[in-house]
């Protein structure tokens, strides 16, 4: 075997655990919500209480992931990685376990320490373990792994809860993250990471300091994250929901397009890995694909078209989200000073927390004021306002390279 084969058989063992590790974390994105059915009657909980434990979740996770970078830049990615999983799997024994809301809500806050550490850990072993020919193809498989997560949860958790109740559903659930970290702990020497600058040797923006958040491109980096976050929440929550209401169309088919527009964004992400490999400015692939998504959003706002519109629009619009993606990654790669890149990712990805966290109670409002077409139109604008910061973060990051030493 020549070393290019063992160098692609290499790779693909990287992208291969990075994405199952990738999956698992959005898995436990939806552990509660899609338990709500059997939560709310077991504990006597509201709506609003049950949307706190979300918004646990993902206020832990957005602080935390900013945290989580300065470990994995400090102690290496693995080791990070691997506390992560396993720190999964006890929040779902802690939640099986619960007898009042106080235990639901240190499961959340467990759930959302453990989800913290994947981005910046998951993004670290991506760059220092792939080759750079294939780079756009791992951020790829990154992408459709977390879209195949948040598929597979409420089937599996929805299916055993019904049978088997709600408890038995999270035992089930903590044998995931369980398996998952024996598969990695077995492999772990593929995902060895690079070793550790001496911090009186290490280069600029190596040395642990935060000098990396005075780029101007990090937070327009986690700007385009927040905006994005927040659509893609109004999209999760109260997409299915104004379709029909917006075209009278059933709740089956509702539902299946919003599953149409998670299928299409993981085709969307294939097909991105291919561009991305392909392309040089990958701002203006993002922006480009924004703003087709973004058009296509006030479409659907409008509630003008035929019935069956619904389903096709919807597809369309997660299939150019999807083939952002890849581009979306390695535009923060460019982004990123050398030896920084788990900081620069834990700090970036946490506007995606935080996004989730605002965008279900912004979209929420406008529901409460029986406006279901202002939800895509909401959509719409995020994206929109997601282009600039995408621009941005290209001119600047070209800036920086340009400029003299």
Known sequence: MNSDDNTLRQDARVIGLVGLAHGTSHFYHLILAALIPWLKPAFQLSYT????????????????????????????????????????GLSALVLSSAASYAGLVLGALMAGMGNAVFHPAD???????????????GFSVHGISGNIGWAAAPIFLTSIAATQGWRAALLWAAALPASVLAALVLNRHA??????????????????????LKLRSVWMCFGFFLLTAVALGGIQSFASISLESLYGISRELATSSYTAYMLASAVGMLAGGFLGAGVKHHDRTVALAFAAAAALALVLAAGAGP??????LMGLIGLCSGVAGPSRDLMIRAAAPKGA????????????????????????????????????????????????????????TRARQLAPA
């Not at 992931?65 to 470990?71: L, P, R, Y």
């Not at 019935?307 to 096709?312: I, R, V």
């Open 49 to 88: 209480e049950l949307g706190l434990l979300m918004s646990v979740f993902f206020v832990v996770s957005g602080v935390g992931q900013a945290m989580a970078g300065f470990v994995v830049d400090r102690v290496g990615a693995r080791a990070v990685l691997f506390s992560g999983i396993a720190m999964l």
């Open 123 to 137: 993004y670290t072993l991506l760059n220092q373990r792939v080759s750079r020919a294939r780079l756009a193809h």
């Open 191 to 212: 995902l060895r990471p690079d070793p550790i600058a001496p911090r009186g040797r290490a280069e600029a923006g190596q040395d642990g300091t935060l000098d990396f």
């Open 307 to 312: 019935s069956w519109m619904a389903l096709p």
């Open 341 to 396: 890149t788990g900081r620069v990712y834990g700090v970036v990805y946490s506007g995606l927390d935080s996004g989730l966290a605002i965008g279900p109670l912004l979209f929420g409002l406008v529901m409460d004021a029986g406006r279901p077409g202002w939800v895509f139109a909401g959509v719409a604008l995020f994206q929109a306002l997601a282009i600039a910061t995408a621009v941005g973060v290209g001119g600047s």
